[in-house]
């Protein structure tokens, strides 16, 4: 069986050749591109999420522990608050820190001022301090506007 060429239709073959269904690889790949930059722009944004939940979440702690060590020492009797400089370490738990209290009398026995001072292990984290002042009751009688303390 013997074709000519000179029977051959050019215009069939430019339309076969047209008419061509799929991707081409070019297409794929500038799409694979497209979709990478996508989704590294998205991790980034992920991560950013995630440090600052992270640093939220140890500033909630540290607030607590703060709060709970002012509340303590707020609500002891003047007498029992020694004149004091400590330092603890807490390394249990899911927030790691160190306390420091820093206790002096500069008028004595009728003034206190108080420094709790909270240090996070983390490096992550910066300190927090709370200064407050405890002053001595003229007497132990609340309702009393005249009394004189015993």
Known sequence: MRTSLRS????????????????????????????????????????????????????????????????????????????VSSSTDFLTGPYQYTKKINIAEPTVNLVKTIQVIIVPKSTKFKPDTANFIRTKARTSHVLCTDCVAQ
């Open 8 to 83: 051959f239709d050019r215009t069939a073959a430019t339309t076969m050749t047209n008419e061509r269904k799929g991707f081409s690889v070019v297409e794929v790949i500038v799409a694979m591109v497209l979709l990478a930059i996508a989704v590294s722009s998205l991790a980034a944004l992920t991560y950013s999420v995630s440090q600052s939940a992270m640093t939220a979440t140890a500033n909630a702690y540290r607030n607590g522990v703060l709060m709970q060590e002012v509340n303590r020492l707020e609500g002891l009797p003047y007498d029992s608050v020694v004149v």
